[in-house]
């Protein structure tokens, strides 16, 4: 179905077939504008019909969101998937032990719910939303990792049966693969109290509380070979052990000029291989490609500075941003295994690049800030168009 459809639109033909063959509207060839006019963005395929043969089309969400027009217009148009951006972290839920807060999460369910959307869970476990509660207690004692393991498990098995049947594929842990190529596993607070083991302890804990979730090992920087590498290492570890594993999800914080596609299809390639999923988890392209080490190391030491809106590198960015949005969704069109696609955030209104590494203006997404879909949309939609 997927090389069927691709090949459509190579023709330019932009009819998407349902699995059970019933058309779907089509959408009128647009010729290639160029020169910076845009489509009329009524004429707009949305994204979930589009892509409906393909994948899910995910958007970050926050609740404050939904009573946005801007946000709940895009989101309602394209969307089929919501992943909350920020409120199933352990830091929002993990009120304390046996104690939580799902009510923002819940709120995502529902609106997801009311619109026949699905919804990802993002993240049962990650260092950077680890409330201490997790690992109170006198680490010297005896039994202390033992405590910590049981809190793991008690947070796991809670807050997977609580969306059981209502998120359909979990980040169960994100970001534990090291950026170090001299080691494996990345050296947070889990990893100093219960070793690598921990991994395979929340695996294990979610596919208890829920036989049929999808689980998932999220990461970024798959895209580069020796992140890949130690993440695969860590992968054919756990499955060697019998340790229940849907898919990877490939974050894909990427920008105007990194990474090039084969390195993308290398990443889906080693997860295929193995017989998993590939989700595409966190999707967005910073207009920014040369910011030195220190910018993220020790910002804003090091970081382009802000492009002017309108100006001559602006624009560029804004043409090369097209260029790798279509590169990248043909790749994921093209392959079986990508069975969702979210970006992260819905339009440039809202995203955490405004102010990461360092505050400046960022419009990384496919939609502007007042919702309409930017040269980068209509270069994934229509192969004809020229960005
Ligand atoms: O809500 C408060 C607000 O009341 C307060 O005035 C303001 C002042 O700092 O902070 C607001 O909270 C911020 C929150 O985003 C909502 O905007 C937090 O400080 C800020 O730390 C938080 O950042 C989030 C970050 O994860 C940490 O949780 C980003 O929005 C979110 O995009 C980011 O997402 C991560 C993924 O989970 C994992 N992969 C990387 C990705 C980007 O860092």
Redesign the pocket.
Known sequence: MKEEITRRRALGVLLATTAAGASLPVYARKPGTGGGTLPDPATAPPLRTYFESEFEVGM?V?PYQFSDSVITSVVNKHASSLVA??DM?P?VIGVGPGTYNFGPGDEIVAYAEARGMVVRG??LL?H??APEWFFAGDATSPGYAATVENRLITYVTDVVRHFAGKVHAWDVV??VISDDSTQLYRSSRWYQVLGPSYIETALRAARAADATVQLFI?D?STEDPGKLSRLMSVVDDLRSRGVPLDGIGH?M?INISWPPVSNVASALSAVEARGLINHIT?LDVSLYDRDAGSCHSNPPLGCQSSMRVGSVQYKEAIRQQALQYRAMYNLFAQRESVTSVTT??VCDKST?LAT?PTQRTNHPLLFDASGKPKSAFWAVVDPNFGP
Do not use: L
């Open positions: 970050a926050s951006e920020n972290k830091h993002h993240t990650w950077s939303s994100n970001e999220n970024y974050q914080h966190e992260w955030g955490w990461w």
